[in-house]
């Protein structure tokens, strides 16, 4: 196989996104086509490519040879499925579908193909930041990770937004990562959110995971933390500690001040982790060789598994264990 | 009043480092007395000074016009009281005392005195990087705090140390300067200590506080932390955050890497702000002013007060409410 | 025009990143062909594609439809001259060639051509950090650049190396990357030598450059300067500045330090420079906009052509003013 | 001698600020006299302290055992002398007298007096950063220093301001610190300055210097570097440098930016060097063993008079030898 055809369901913002990496971006990846409910949208981001509305079309047309999904959260289940139906390599923005059941059942049709064509859209696993974390931990210098600091700061979210919310769209992506920076699952999880303002969410939040391997990892998720877009980690070891650092290139003084600066939300942050996620999702459809720290289905399923649990621990704030289906074989 | 003659009772690490202090570095004071049980190490703190095994007579005698107490735990209780009794001004190493009851003894003395007498040492409150950043959270413009994380590192603890320890030594520090940077009470507390290795203690442990002005703190408490003594503290508020810098003055590269360096215990960290709590101390006894941010015999209560109601909590692992006693009028 | 046919040639160190490169990381690109005089490294670099000893051959292959060279730098000009007289476009590590008069044929020959052709290989021009410092002078913000300063600080440098291969392997990047960020010409230059020790180099030398518009800008080079490889910038503005961070993610916490790492070489530093770059170039060739900020030909003649004066100077030790000869229209 | 009693001449801004420290941070100091032309900001600074309009009767007066000079820079070169004729210790700000001849004057007369009793205020000396960077440097691991490059910026100067005053008022302070931490005299100097705009003095100027020892000292002196006072210098080492870390204690995260904070002028950075300069001061006189790292009479004929060497620098631009009279025995 020489370049991989892909199309890209979905072109709304990450959509769009996606479909100019695989264009501009990733060696060795054609994009063949777009699909969206819109059809001027679809248009705008498949430059010459095929544009669509249906996107069971696009799935099974014979030159569409991977399919990336960034289309609204409810249709994942549908359109992995599909894909898996169609035997074609599946890369899903988070989350793989909105329910463990349905989770399960992706795992479970995937199984059943006998080979593995799903991959989560889990992008931070491929941050250059959190890789060289995450190398620092494994090199062995450091020791055992104690305790794992996160912080997840968005700059502000819209009125309508809810603790359940921050839980799902922000909190699955610590979840993810950090049990992939500790090679480990969670145990229990104790919440305790920061009492709301005039009626408005609780936010921040803090969650407290206990990990199988004896770490703690603390998750603060703030969903209005005003002065931009800010994602960062600290794992305190036995020996020593690593943490992110500000991930800005240049610093800048002026008016009294030495400044570096935030972006205002994920795109400009992960935006190395989207390409090298995608890159390393042809590579692997190309060579046969599955990226080695690629998020699976089943890692798909253990987020979406584990913020339903977290969303009811949110309402009793009492430390709740957290569990795992069986993991078909 | 030209200059104030100090007696210093203990001369231990704490106790020399006071009398260096009084002795040379604080402007309007008089080392003129130093007691220890062990004469000879009274001696080598007092330079010319008076050298003494008898802290009471050294609180009795004429030219002692104030006490510093840096003695053993178990003696402050006694200590303090002979001072208030004597009508001098006593500055009293934390803690205060060794239980609540001991402390509300000293509280109702000094109120009986007529005349506020006690300053607790809780010298961070004259830290310049605490007060840097209290300044900026009063100032405003960061809007409400919503959550103050904090870190407090010790290198090692001796192999006997307990949690407990860890909360009545450590924790107190945080307990005390907390809730000065938030100018709040606490309401409840959650305790999630790491699970212990081959039956040492739970180290590190997390302490969440909840505040009665709508915050959290949340305090990681870890003697073990191997690469050297570090206190960070940082507050997300409303519109953004404050938080303590690096404290090195220099950086250095070497070796492949940019280094700043983290002292080994907490006096190179803290010399800065016992000199400037002393000062304070002296300047507040002869110009009649008590200094605005002095830690009272009421602050030192809340803090072993509070210390040992965390201590149970460490066993229950439960959400536990914090009480205070009512403050005598 | 779907992919863009490219041979490499020279598959040493960095003959052999471009072609893994161009072979994986650059859309829109295929490594048809990789020449070297050792015909097993050429096959090692060429992974599947054809491998040959015959660099003039490669130029003229038909599935040859764009050149890159990174051969031994007196291979340059004649190979350059070759891919121009095939017509190819052709990006060239610098040096363009090895003096100026060797330059001024390759300008001539592509003006002859007709067409842009060559662009060399001054990668710093894409790489994330000089890119922002130079959206930020841009910008307006800051005001004009009174002064920028630079380090370019190798770890070590070969017993052989001198003062001379100084300017022409390290300052010529400066060189380039100076008068880009600044969009200036230099008018003269003082080089003050560090004294060398028993008998060695002199190193680091500070050279210092007027510009055409007014600025000053300083360049340390230090070729032993053993803790790693650092490249720096800060320019001083009339409002502010503006400085590359360290480039490291993380920062680690361990024995006593934090500590933030270097490279030791060059092209961890700049790896995604020359990524970029090469992509730029290859999305020149295919949409036929040559990438805007790309170094050409006369770039490559600047670059050489004020190497060779800065090597006199580097002898009379006087302010010595700067010529560049004519521009061929 | 139990405190020594000091008089101050000079109640402005620094001479205020002298008195301040003298009677309220400085162990074993009393403030007993101020001397100033305006009575009424000699009463200000005073306190409760004799305030005169006659230095020359304060240097007089029997209570005064030392003499702080804050003056007019015009009147050292008298008042210095005055306060050896009467034998008593004397602190004069920068610079020690006008021009050489004066200084020369000044050193003559105290080696008459047979007792070391002047000292200059390069309070730089006494900076802890400074200071742990000459440990640092000290220290030996570092290895022998190549170069040092030292920024010296101010945020604004008057527009009468002039190249000369920027070397006689701020180039001075590098003069003396970096002498200090290379522990060598300097051979030559190259002034480069950056040409003005619009009539204005050429600012910055960079100026080289190379040191006896072999190292080069680059200095930026930029007196309108608008964004604050900001003092810098890095050293580079055979095996690695050293520099000064920004000393704000506290980052503040607001409107898309991590800031940390420059002072607008000169006090608040140096502060404390001011205070330990005293106190160090005090100490001697006190002890009979004179600090360590003051700064002599010699040191300051030795920045004036290399000041002088450098204004005249200006004009000529040539590299220029420096040259110090004999040294008087």
Same mark, same amino acid.
């Given at each position: 196989m020489t370049t991989? +055809?892909?199309?890209?369901?979905?072109a709304g913002v990450m959509g769009a996104e996606h479909a100019r990496l695989l264009a501009s971006e990733v060696s060795g990846a054609r994009l063949v086509a777009v699909a969206d409910a819109d059809l001027s949208r679809a248009r705008a981001a498949a430059g010459g490519a095929m544009a669509t509305t249906d996107a069971e079309a696009l799935i099974a047309a014979a030159d569409v040879e991977a399919v990336l999904i960034a289309s609204p959260d409810a249709t994942h289940h549908r359109l992995v499925l599909a894909a898996i139906a169609a035997g074609k390599p599946v890369l899903c923005e988070k989350p793989l579908a909105s329910n463990t059941a349905e989770c399960l059942e992706i795992v479970a049709a995937e199984a059943r193909a006998g080979r593995e064509l799903v991959q989560t859209g889990f992008m931070r696993r491929f941050d250059p930041a959190y890789r060289e974390m995450k190398a620092a931990l494994d090199g062995g210098e450091l020791g055992r990770v104690r305790i794992?600091? &996160?912080?997840?700061? /968005?700059?502000?979210?819209?009125?309508? %937004? !809810?603790?359940?919310?921050?839980? !799902? /769209?922000?909190?699955?992506? @610590?979840?993810?990562? &950090?049990r992939w920076l500790l090679s480990t699952e969670y145990s229990a999880v104790t919440v305790i959110p920061c009492p709301s303002e005039e009626? +408005?969410?609780?936010?921040?939040?803090? %969650?407290? %995971? @206990? !990990? @199988? !391997?004896g770490s703690l990892v603390s998750v603060e998720v703030f969903m209005n933390a005003a002065y931009g877009y800010h994602v960062h980690a600290e794992a305190a070891c036995a020996n020593g500690t690593v943490s992110m650092a500000h991930q800005g290139l240049t610093r800048t003084r002026l008016n009294g001040a030495e400044a570096g600066y935030f972006p205002l939300n994920w795109i400009p942050r992960f935006r190395d982790a989207y390409r090298i996620q995608n890159q390393a999702w042809i590579d692997g459809i190309r060579s046969g060789v599955l990226p080695a720290d690629r998020s699976t289905a089943w890692d798909g399923l253990v987020a979406t598994c584990l913020a339903e649990q977290i969303v009811e621990a949110l309402a009793t704030r009492q430390r709740t264990r957290l569990e795992l289906p069986a993991r078909p074989v």
């Open positions: 991989v +055809g892909v199309g890209v369901i979905g794992l600091h &996160c912080q997840h700061r /968005n700059a502000a979210a819209p009125a309508w %937004f !809810t603790g359940a919310m921050a839980v !799902t /769209n922000s909190l699955v992506h @610590e979840i993810d990562i &950090c009626g +408005g969410m609780s936010d921040p939040a803090l %969650f407290v %995971f @206990e !990990t @199988e !391997t």
